[in-house]
C-alpha cells in the first residue's frame, strides 16, 4: 500500500491533477503543410477560372486580346442579341424570391416548432432534409416530372413553379445553415421566459426567437441564392428557362458572352460565401464578448 501511495504522488509529496478533456488524436499540422494544401487546393479553383478571363479577352484564333467582348456587352445593336439572357435572369430572380422564401415561411418555423415541441422528431427532421443531397439531380427530376404534370394543371407552366423543386435540392444547405445558428440559441429558455411575461406565441416567435436566428437565416438565404443560379439540370430536363441553360443557348452562338455571365455568376456566388463567412465571424464575435 506504502508503494501504491508513494506511486502517486510526485517528488514534492503532492498528487498529479488529472487529466481534463479527452486526448489529442495527432498533431496538428504546422503553417507549412496548412500553406501547401491551401496552395494546392486554391490552384485547383484558381486555375480554370484564370482560363476562363483569360478567353474572355482573346480575339478568335489571331492569338490577340481585345476588350470588345465585355464593351459589347453595353452595346444597344446587340442587345436584342441577348433579349433571352435578359429574361433568363428575370425568371432566375423570380426563383431565387421563390425559393428563399420557401425556405423562411415553412423550414423556418418547422425546425422551431420541432426543436420547442418536438425534440423527438429532430432526427427524423433532419434525415428528411439531408435526403435531397444524396439524390442525384437527374434521379431527382425523374420522380418530379409525374408531380409536376399536376403542378401545371393547377398552377400552369409559370416559371414560378419551379420554385418548389428547387426548395428541395436547398433544403440540405438550409437546413445546416440555420441549424448551426438554433444549436447555439436556447429557444426553450426564451420561449420559456417570453411566455412567463405574457407573450404571445406570434410575439415568441417574431421577436424573441427569430431575431436570435438572423445569421443562419441570412446564411441559408445566400446559399439558397448561389445554388438557384448556378442549377441547370432541373430547369433543362422540365423545360424551363433559367440563367444556366439560357447560357447554354448563347454560348452556340457567342461563347464569349457565356463565359462572360459565367464569371460574374460566380463572382457573385463567391460575394455571398464571403457574406455568410462574415457574418459567422460577427457571431462568433459578439458571443465571446
Not at 510526485?10 to 479527452?22: E, H, L, V
Not at 423550414?107 to 432534409?129: A, H, I, Y
Not at 420522380?143 to 394543371?153: M, T
Request: aromatic share 8%.
Amino acid at each position: 500500500m506504502a508503494a501504491m501511495s508513494g506511486a502517486r504522488v510526485d517528488a514534492r509529496g503532492t498528487a498529479p491533477r488529472a487529466r481534463t478533456g479527452a486526448p489529442r488524436v495527432g498533431a496538428a499540422p504546422s503553417r507549412l503543410t496548412r500553406t501547401i494544401i491551401l496552395s494546392l487546393v486554391g490552384l485547383v479553383f484558381a486555375i480554370p477560372i484564370v482560363a476562363m478571363i483569360q478567353f474572355t479577352f482573346r480575339d478568335g484564333l489571331s492569338g490577340s486580346y481585345t476588350l470588345s467582348h465585355w464593351t459589347g456587352l453595353t452595346d444597344p445593336a446587340v442587345n436584342t442579341k441577348y433579349a433571352p439572357l435578359v429574361t433568363a435572369l428575370g425568371n432566375s430572380g423570380v426563383l431565387v424570391v421563390v425559393t428563399v422564401l420557401l425556405v423562411l415561411v415553412l423550414l423556418l418555423p418547422t425546425m422551431v416548432l420541432v426543436e420547442l415541441s418536438f425534440p423527438r422528431l429532430r432526427r427524423v427532421l433532419e434525415f428528411v432534409c439531408i435526403v435531397p443531397i444524396t439524390v442525384p439531380a437527374i434521379v431527382l427530376v425523374v420522380g418530379l416530372v409525374p408531380v409536376y404534370s399536376v403542378v401545371v394543371k393547377v398552377t400552369g407552366s409559370s416559371i414560378w413553379s419551379l420554385g418548389f423543386a428547387y426548395g428541395v435540392t436547398v433544403l440540405p444547405y438550409a437546413y445546416r445553415a440555420i441549424q448551426a445558428n438554433l444549436g447555439t440559441v436556447d429557444v426553450i429558455t426564451l420561449s420559456e421566459a417570453a411566455r412567463s411575461l405574457g407573450a404571445g406565441w406570434a410575439t415568441v416567435l417574431f421577436r424573441v426567437i427569430l431575431p436570435n436566428l438572423r445569421r443562419g437565416m441570412l446564411a441559408a438565404a445566400f446559399i439558397s441564392v448561389a445554388v438557384v443560379l448556378g442549377e441547370f439540370t432541373i430547369a433543362s430536363l422540365l423545360n424551363r428557362v433559367n440563367l444556366q441553360t439560357a447560357l447554354v443557348l448563347i454560348s452556340k452562338s457567342d461563347p464569349y458572352v457565356a463565359v462572360i455571365f459565367s464569371l460574374l455568376a460566380l463572382g457573385f456566388a463567391f460575394v455571398l460565401l464571403l457574406l455568410i463567412g462574415r457574418l459567422s465571424t460577427v457571431g462568433v464575435g459578439r458571443r465571446k464578448n
